[in-house]
């Protein structure tokens, strides 16, 4: 299987979860951008930076950047996938013990070639190809190139976060990544969902941010669990202005929010 293969491997038909309305240039540009900054904060790094514990993980920060690592690999040609959240922990740490280093200038270079490989295949594809083709994630979860970047582009959000924080460095979050990322992982981290909330009573909140002509309208309960992008001004009349930055993070559990809103759409799922 070639590297292009690798990246848009699937289907074209079939049950597809994707967020609407995400420009897939605007993603791929996202995910190269933070992708370099992420690098940038690796290699300014000292030795012994690497076996600094990250607060609120099992992982010192030369795990967590490893990790970053592994994660890019599955964007440009690993194809194991988790069949659940439970064994995505478990393939989490099966990558991670295939990473033979934990200094941050190694993995900054192992990671710049890995970027750089995302980012040829990325520029290979047009819209129409990243849009109609589908890639597996976990949990069963099969959605188009621009929802499945998502995913990257959140770690790398959140993972710069943990080493900044474990290292004292600085990590600014362009609000604008944020919210870009927000609009397209909503829609495809159902199998985060809380199974409570899944089966519980109907329940829905509508969010947007700051200057954005889009709101996310999130539904969930009674079985099922629906999130889709619109334009702010059909969305309902209750769309809530959000901090993307602070939603993230506070999605990922690493900061927690103090918008009542983004606290009640943090409690419907594990953590992220």
Known sequence: MSDQEAIVAGSRSGDVVRA???DFGAMADAVHTVGDQFTDLLRGLDDDDASRPVPGLT?????????MLTIVRRATGDRRRADSLAGLADLNEQCLGEIETRHPHELANALTDENSTLTALLGALNTDTATSMTVKLHAGVRTDVPSGLSYVLFDFLAHGHDIAIATHRAWPIDPAHAALDLHACLPVFEPWVQHSVRTGPAQRTAVTFPGDADAIVIEV?????????HRRTDAAEDVSEVDPTEALLGLARRTTASSPVVQRLVSWFEPI
């Not at 309960?221 to 992008?229: D, I, L, W």
């Open 20 to 22: 609407e309305r995400i």
């Open 59 to 67: 992982w010192t920060v030369g795990d967590t950047a490893a990790h």
């Open 221 to 229: 309960g009674a079985g099922t669990y629906h999130a889709q992008n």
